[in-house]
């Protein structure tokens, strides 16, 4: 019987289990029961990570993220929401439990399907979470447009986290092209963290021996540089923002340093994250 050939997106998604690993480390709802139903060993051995200590500035980065974007939905107000690359994000099992919700999780086929299956087991199945599986950087576009779970007449939240890292150029680009169709059929809004430059990309990289190593092992798993596919500097992402048709308004990370949980959790120092937090925003991308 012949098999599909795998998707050259598929090498991405073992890192979803890497952030999962590190954001248990949080207030988080639900992130201690998701990493309770990963493999923890697995984990530990693909990403080169010898002690959970390892993971500490990883942890206050996702946690940061997590929150700030949390921040940046609630000024939207909107009650219809699409998160793309989801993987093990529990945002849609918390927001979910708001009735007057529709959310939508999506990832590539094998992951959502597995979210699914590891959520159900968690809260049960929802009826106003749905999930899909969702190339978000395929040509032609798979976001949805004109179905049946969302509603024509609201508009939506798009949210994509810690997936632009991994992406070319190109992809980006056709990642930027789906979502503005999207956008142009509901209105709305797109809320990311991930539009980075090469400098805030490094300065985790080279922050210590464990970094490094974790980091080696990122690019060893996915065949894909953090560094390489980012930015040159902030000049260029509001430029690349622009050429594709979208304004943005942006938040720093910095702005929930007070908040992180996993610095007292992991013994850590928020001084000490300041500096990287600093380098880092969420991003509103709008149409112009
Ligand atoms: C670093 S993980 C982040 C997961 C999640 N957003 C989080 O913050 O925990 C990257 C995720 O991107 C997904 N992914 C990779 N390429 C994708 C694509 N082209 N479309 C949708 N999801 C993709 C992977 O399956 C994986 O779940």
């Known amino acids: 019987m012949m098999t599909a050939p795998p998707n050259q997106f598929d090498a991405i998604s073992p890192t979803a289990m ?21 493999n923890i060993p697995e984990v530990f051995e693909q990403f080169a990570i010898e002690r959970q200590e390892d993971i500490l500035l990883l942890a206050a980065l996702f946690e940061a993220r997590y929150k700030a974007v949390d921040w940046a939905i609630a000024q939207s107000e909107s009650k219809q929401i699409v998160e793309l690359a989801s993987g093990f994000l529990p945002r849609g099992m918390v927001m979910s439990q708001n009735s007057d919700m529709t959310f939508v999780e999506s990832d590539l086929p094998a992951m959502i399907q597995l979210k699914q299956r590891l959520v159900a087991q968690i809260i049960g199945e929802p009826s106003n979470l749905y999930f899909k599986a969702i190339n978000a950087a395929s040509q032609p576009s798979q976001l949805p447009v004109g179905t049946d779970y969302l509603r ?7 949210l994509c986290e810690g997936l632009l890292q991994y992406l070319t150029m190109s992809e980006k680009r056709q990642l930027f092209a789906n979502i503005r169709e999207m956008l142009k059929h509901y209105g709305g809004v797109w809320i990311t963290p991930d539009l980075a430059t090469k400098q805030s990309q490094l300065q985790i990289e080279e922050h210590s021996t464990p970094s490094q190593r974790l980091h080696q092992s990122i690019i060893n798993t996915t065949g894909r540089s953090l560094v390489d596919n980012s930015f040159n500097d902030r000049a260029e992402i509001k430029q690349f923002i622009s050429e594709q048709g979208f304004e943005v308004e942006e938040c720093s990370l910095l702005d929930v340093v007070d908040r992180l949980t996993c610095l007292e959790i992991l013994g850590g120092d928020s001084e000490n994250f300041d500096s990287v937090l600093g380098t880092r925003y969420v991003s509103m991308l709008t149409l112009k």
């Open 152 to 158: 024509e007449s609201e508009p939506i939240t798009l």
């Open 18 to 38: 890497l952030v999962t690993y590190a954001r248990q480390f949080s207030d988080i709802p639900f992130t201690t029961e998701l990493a309770q139903l990963i």
